[in-house]
């Protein structure tokens, strides 16, 4: 894959305060920039640096919320307490910005609006990277969607004018539009660059990860809107990917293997279906002080990487802790090979070096992201810094979260022996027997969120399986356990709309619940 860093020259088409910062007459300047295939592929890859920034950091306020530790740190506590204050404070306001979402969807209606420029290059060739850049789009459409709810829908890219919020239902609808122009897209493995080059990273669109996509965004109306008519259409996008009719895509043999493989630095892709790409030349790891945080999980990772003496966190109340407890309960079963995987020595006596008594922890030690990458810059090491990354590219969807996904529209939808089927494939690769418990529709319902909750912890998803499900009553914390029918139907379970997004936008509206809990 290029360089991601290669294209910020495209940057200056936008700054921080989405469309209506936009100078439209900017784009004049690149005119004459749609002569070839590359120029295409440049812009693409451009989006695929705010991309990056957008999916490739576990530090985002929702993800807080959904990360399932029984210690939080002081610092997102009062997030996944849903405190008010909190979330109108001012240091977090950059952090809840749609702007580089919409800066994204710039860039696709850039690229669209100027295809009549474009020359030299075969029709076929030119729909491919407009199908590239649709995907995108949609995509960054349907995050707004599950983020903020109501948004705007952008204006062209040579218009800045300002736009008002759109229903949700319409921001949804767009995702699908720009997900179905993306559907032209080939198989993973029929992919080629502007140079004929086969392509292999997951970070390009294929027609599996178009597919998934759509998936993913049918279910979510399904939670949202409670109709048959979404989980079935889910479950059909589900099952054109995991039947190979979309390209083909399996699950690695076992558990040790996904971290190896699939997580880790040997970036194979044979369970990923959509993935951002991580590297070292292209997040320049030798300026890093701080460890990357890549998935909501990576903010637990403390000894052996971060802390070379377990001891030390018991009293780290600044950083995010969960007890030996609270993962036996998460994982109850002593055969899940996730237990065992995901964690280091769970539960298990440590030997201290210089100390005669074995040390008996309380809490635990995430191990899913292990291959730490230390800093080689001599000024970091001589301030003790040392792991400042894990390697491995960031994952957004793999074929276990699918088939989990896929279990939950059967269940939905009456079809309780597929769904099972489903449970019992991603049990049986964690070393499980098949379940046994009830199977009700909202027993079996529960028993798939729990499964996802085991074999996707961590990895960004627990938050939104969450409010798509309507469990946050029951899995969240604080004031989230308090909410009404109409402080969810008023945007409490979203973000609220950044300040900036009011600046130059008369028409912009907080939501409601945000709105009477304004500091």
Not at 77 to 104: H, I, R, V
Not at 260 to 270: D, H, S, V
């Amino acid at each position: 894959m290029k360089k991601i860093i290669f294209l910020l020259l495209f940057l200056p088409f936008y700054s921080c305060n989405d469309w209506l910062d936009v100078e439209s007459e900017i784009s004049v300047t690149y005119r004459n920039y749609f002569q070839s295939e590359s120029d295409l592929e440049k812009i693409l890859v451009t989006m695929f640096g705010s991309e990056k920034n957008i999916l490739a950091y576990g530090g985002r306020y929702l993800d807080y919320v959904g990360l399932p530790c029984d210690y939080p740190s002081t610092y997102t506590k009062p997030y996944q307490e849903l405190n008010y204050e909190t979330f109108w404070s001012k240091g977090c306001d950059n952090f809840m910005s749609w702007s580089t979402y919409y800066a994204t969807i710039y860039m696709a209606n850039f690229l669209r609006d100027n295809q009549y420029r474009i020359k030299n290059i075969p029709k076929e060739r030119v729909n491919y990277w407009m199908a590239q850049a649709n995907f995108i789009k949609g995509l960054m459409y349907f995050k707004i969607a599950q983020h903020w709810g109501e948004a705007p829908i952008a204006p062209g890219s040579e218009e800045a004018e300002a736009r008002a919020k759109s229903p949700v239902d319409t921001v949804l609808a767009e995702a699908i539009r720009c997900a179905k122009a993306a559907l032209i897209l080939p198989p993973h493995d029929k992919l080629t660059d502007a140079n004929g080059a086969a392509i292999t990273s997951r970070q390009y669109a294929s027609l599996g990860s178009v597919h998934t996509l759509l998936a993913n965004i049918y279910a979510w109306m399904g939670g949202l809107y409670d109709k048959e008519e979404f989980w079935k259409k889910a479950e059909q996008e589900a099952s054109l990917v995991i039947e190979g009719k979309a390209g083909f895509y399996d699950l690695e043999n076992n558990i040790s293997l996904l971290i190896q493989n699939t997580l880790g630095k040997a970036r194979a892709t044979k369970e990923v279906i959509f993935s951002i790409e991580v590297n070292e030349q292209d997040d320049r790891w030798y300026d890093i002080a701080n460890l990357e945080l890549r998935y909501p999980g990576t903010l637990l990772i403390n000894y052996p990487y971060t802390e070379t003496d377990p001891r030390k966190i018991n009293n780290a109340l600044r950083e995010e802790r969960i007890s030996v407890n609270a993962v036996k309960q998460l994982f109850p079963d002593p055969e899940d090979q996730r237990r065992k995987e995901y964690w280091y020595k769970l539960g298990e006596e440590l030997t201290i070096e210089g100390e005669e008594t074995p040390f008996k922890p309380r809490f635990a030690y995430i191990n899913k992201w292990r291959d730490a990458v230390k800093t080689t810059n001599p000024v970091f090491i001589m301030q003790n810094i040392g792991v400042i990354a894990m390697d491995g590219n960031r994952i957004i969807w793999r074929l276990a979260d699918l088939i989990l996904l896929r279990a939950e529209c059967r269940a939905h939808l009456g079809m309780t022996t597929e769904a099972l089927k489903d449970l019992d494939r991603i049990r049986d690769r964690a070393g499980l027997k098949g379940y046994t418990g009830a199977t009700n529709k909202t027993s079996l319902l529960k028993e798939i969120f729990h499964e996802r909750e085991r074999e996707l912890f961590g990895e960004g998803e627990r938050y939104f399986d969450i409010v798509r499900n309507g469990y946050f009553r029951e899995e969240l914390k604080g004031n989230y356990k308090t909410l009404s029918e109409q402080d969810v139907k008023d945007g409490a379970l979203y973000l609220r709309i950044h300040n900036n997004a009011f600046t130059k936008n008369p028409l912009m509206k907080q939501n409601l619940f945000w709105l009477w809990h304004q500091n």
